[in-house]
């Protein structure tokens, strides 16, 4: 038995037929791209391995029972290959990502998901186009989030009981 099941063949993949998507938690989509970037040729002119190899898989994650959704990316520079796997729920195309466009979008994430450990984003691929946005279970009925905002800044009395703590015994 293998890690993963075989990808579906590649009449399942006709341009023009219904989105597919993946939702995945950002900070696991983020390490890994990291990840995989440095795996990757970094010269453009390297064509096809100037890039991340994404697509989903069904496999074994850790001591769970059963077989579980996986995004699993590869990355390679003609010398050494970089492969990795997070959990994921849905199902993607293969997707081959440019190097450029997969550092821009771990500095969006970063931003996105700053304050946010459980912060979600769906990958999805329509035809020729990739898209990635946030997961719309984030938002409530209202159009906002469920959960309040932590305050950027602490109140004042936070800010005296912490200076007060900060300060050397004699």
């Known amino acids: 038995m ?26 696991d989509l983020i390490g ?18 100037h890039g991340v190899l994404l697509h989903t898989a069904r496999g074994y994650a850790g001591d769970e029972p059963g077989k579980s959704g996986l995004l699993v990316g ?6 050494v290959v970089g492969h990795s796997w997070v959990l994921a729920s849905g199902e993607v195309k293969p997707t081959l990502w440019p190097l450029g466009e997969v550092r821009a979008l771990i500095g969006v994430l970063r931003q996105m998901s700053r ?12 035809g020729d186009q ?4 946030e997961s719309e ?22 800010a005296a009981r912490r200076r007060r703590r900060r300060r050397p015994l004699r």
């Open 74 to 79: 590869t990355s390679t520079d003609a010398t």
């Open 2 to 27: 293998g890690l993963a099941d075989p990808l579906p063949s590649a009449a399942a993949f006709t341009e023009g037929g219904p989105a597919m998507s993946v939702q995945v938690r950002t900070k």
């Open 137 to 158: 279970n984030l938002l409530g009925a209202a159009g906002h989030r469920d959960r309040p905002e932590l305050p950027r800044r602490p109140d004042a009395d936070q």
């Open 115 to 126: 304050n946010d450990k459980e912060h979600a984003v769906d990958i999805i691929a329509s």
């Open 32 to 49: 890994l791209l990291q990840a995989l970037v440095h795996t990757a040729a970094s010269d453009a002119d390297q064509g096809s391995i």
């Open 130 to 133: 990739v898209t990635v946005e």
